[in-house]
């Protein structure tokens, strides 16, 4: 990500960006919100994982059922929005 994006950003989102960046090769390190999850090569196991990191940093509960069809993260502005939403309301 450029440095100018990134100073753009908050801390959830960079932290959100980064946790998701850790289970990628790191060619496709380099992600922004626009960045769908499928085109990063994240699949059923590798998104449950990203939840179970995700849950873990922002101290939150992600509710993700990997079996269902309907795609509601699916891109990384997504899951940013997702966590901003559940942090706001354990406060």
């Given amino acids: 990500m450029k440095l100018r994006e990134r100073q753009n950003m908050d801390d959830v989102a960079v932290d959100t960006i980064a946790v998701i960046a850790k289970r990628l090769p790191p060619e496709k390190r380099d992600l922004g919100p626009a960045d769908r999850l499928e085109d990063l090569g994240i699949d059923s196991f590798g998104a449950v ?3 179970f990191d995700l849950e873990e940093k922002f101290d939150i509960q992600i509710p993700y059922n990997s079996n269902d ?3 509601d993260l699916e891109t ?3 899951v940013i929005n997702a966590i ?3 942090v706001a309301e354990r406060s």
């Fill in 69 to 71: 069809a309907r795609v």
């Fill in 84 to 86: 901003k939403k559940l």
């Fill in 49 to 51: 994982e990203m939840v």
């Fill in 76 to 78: 990384v502005g997504d």
